[in-house]
T-cell receptor
Framework: RKEVEQDPGPFNVPEGATVAFNCTYSNSASQSFFWYRQDCRKEPKLLMSVYSSGNEDGRFTAQLNRASQYISLLIRDSKLSDSATYLC???????????FGTGTKLQVIP | NAGVTQTPKFQVLKTGQSMTLQCAQDMNHNSMYWYRQDPGMGLRLIYYSASEGTTDKGEVPNGYNVSRLNKREFSLRLESAAPSQTSVYFCASIGQGGTYGYEQYFGPGTRLTVT
């Protein structure tokens, strides 16, 4: 089993829709959790860290479920500019090594 | 601050040729990383350097060597390139900040093709 798993998608959603992605992790000792956004042919950029209690940043909400070992990202009122690949990342071996999922591709359609 | 910079942006090599990918960061970060990204495989860690003078293998180190030249620079060398090393290579560094006390920053990537 991969250490971090994501549905590759693509998720094709109309503008204004709400879309959610999940990411599962295998190591129950994992300590920190992140969502990154990666545009086509660009580097990943940190979108949000995921707090234990869940957190929101504008239209984006991230949640952590330690019991079921997954993190989620909810995007409300999708914009065309949200089209990208969303990578989850989990750190379970000290802060120096972060494991990434393969990414979920989102395409927002006019 | 330029952040994390990488050179070159693109490179085409023939099988058996060697080359060095350069990475530098101006954020005074201790830890630096080299990843490769292939379709369907996500980001895989090749090597990392927790601090100046130390390097460690990641998930896919075979065929690569690294040098942590100083705190700013971390280079990745392919001694004898193979077609399986065709990939996009990202350098990254980790510094203090964010929810968990650290944040990772990526360079723009090097697109390498080995024919």
């Amino acid at each position: 089993r991969k250490e971090v798993e994501q549905d590759p998608g693509p998720f094709n959603v109309p503008e204004g829709a709400t879309v959610a992605f999940n990411c599962t992790y295998s190591n129950s000792a994992s300590q920190s959790f992140f969502w990154y956004r990666q545009d086509c042919r660009k580097e990943p950029k940190l979108l949000m860290s995921v707090y234990s209690s869940g957190n929101e940043d504008g239209r984006f909400t991230a949640q952590l479920n330690r019991a079921s070992q997954y993190i989620s990202l909810l995007i409300r009122d999708s914009k065309l500019s949200d089209s990208a690949t969303y990578l989850c990342a989990v750190n379970s071996r000290g802060y120096q090594k972060v494991t990434f999922g393969t990414g979920t591709k989102l395409q927002v359609i006019p | 601050n330029a952040g994390v910079t990488q050179t070159p942006k693109f490179q085409v090599l023939k099988t058996g040729q060697s080359m060095t990918l350069q990475c530098a960061q101006d954020m005074n970060h201790n830890s630096m990383y080299w990843y490769r990204q292939d379709p369907g495989m996500g980001l895989r860690l090749i090597y990392y350097s927790a601090s100046e003078g130390t390097t460690d293998k990641g998930e896919v180190p075979n065929g690569y060597n690294v040098s942590r030249l100083n705190k700013r620079e971390f280079s990745l060398r392919l001694e004898s390139a193979a077609p399986s090393q065709t990939s996009v290579y990202f350098c990254a560094s980790i510094g203090q900040g964010g929810t968990y006390g650290y944040e990772q920053y990526f360079g723009p990537g090097t697109r390498l093709t080995v024919t």
